[in-house]
């Protein structure tokens, strides 16, 4: 059975199309769809309309790709716009499968499925999937849900670049502070998925160009992550967009994304963190393939 699974993020448009024993190809495109959501509550028509063009393109795919059963989930910034229905409506009809708005819970219980779906490293395992809304910190079945992602970040803190010292002091504390009621007195193996995360280590790896097989298992140590943050925020947009390995369409929630990393990595005293390239999609992708 041949199934495509599609992650409706507040930043990014996610596919993966597969069956039991092969990928056959996994798609990404940065749409912005929450950008604002935090203070309208509202998806703007500008963002959808983007959005909409993805999935359309992601549905032509499916068919012309033999997908025998769809897939599709919405996260942070749909659980929060009053006006989700009508996106809701409008993404069916381009991916011929209405999108299911999923709980935080349920986001990272598939985001850590999919990230250990590869890995052998030792227990405990904590998985941190920073998205756009919100961050999923998940160890086995206990999830952590927390409104604060890169684009949410990103709407609150000053869109001054280079950032001043005092405006990155303040977007640093704003970070800090959603995430210090989680408490970790456990050594653990920390993972981390999702778009924020494998940008962050393809930086840091000064890549030429994106490369999956140099980001997915990358381990990325607090040091490097201090390194990139610092050099982020002296940046210009138009200097960050030119970063070889990093998606232009991604450079305007970067620097606050590395942001939210610091925070999480801070709070739970954690030096290093392994890079995953697996995540909500494949835990998505492997549910439909043990049900079908």
């Given amino acids: 059975m041949r199934v495509g699974v599609v992650d409706i993020g507040t930043n990014s448009m996610r596919l993966l199309i597969r069956d039991d024993d092969r990928e056959y190809g996994r798609w990404v495109e940065v749409t912005g769809l929450g950008k604002g959501v935090d ?111 890169s684009v949410r970040l990103t709407d609150r803190m000053s869109d001054v670049y280079p950032l001043p010292e005092k405006d990155w002091e303040m977007a640093m504390e704003m970070a800090w502070d959603a995430f210090r009621d989680i408490a970790n007195d456990e050594l653990v193996t920390h993972v981390g998925v999702a778009g924020t995360w494998t940008s962050l280590a393809a930086i840091a790896q000064d890549l030429p160009r994106y490369d999956s097989r140099k980001v997915h298992g990358y381990v990325l140590h607090e040091l490097e992550l201090d390194r990139v943050i610092d050099m982020l925020c002296d940046m210009t947009l138009q200097e960050i967009e030119a970063i070889p390995s990093l998606d232009p369409k991604r450079a305007p929630v970067i620097r606050a994304g590395a942001m939210v990393a610091h925070a999480v990595t801070g709070v739970l005293h954690i030096e290093e963190t392994i890079i995953s390239e697996r995540d909500t999609l494949d835990g998505l992708a492997m549910r439909l393939l043990d049900v079908t």
């Fill in 39 to 149: 203070q309208t509550k509202q998806l703007s028509q500008d963002a959808m309309e983007r959005t909409l063009l993805v999935l359309h393109r992601f549905g032509e795919q499916m068919t012309a790709l033999g997908v025998e059963q769809r897939k599709a989930v919405a996260t942070s910034a749909a659980r929060e716009a009053l006006n989700r229905e009508e996106f809701l409506d409008r993404a069916e009809a381009a991916l011929a499968v209405r999108p299911d708005v999923i709980s935080g819970v349920e986001e990272g219980l598939l985001a850590f499925d999919g990230a250990t779906s590869d890995l052998v490293v030792p227990d405990p395992i904590l998985v941190t999937d920073i998205g756009g809304g919100s961050t999923e910190l998940v160890m086995y079945d206990t999830v952590f849900s927390v409104a604060m992602g």
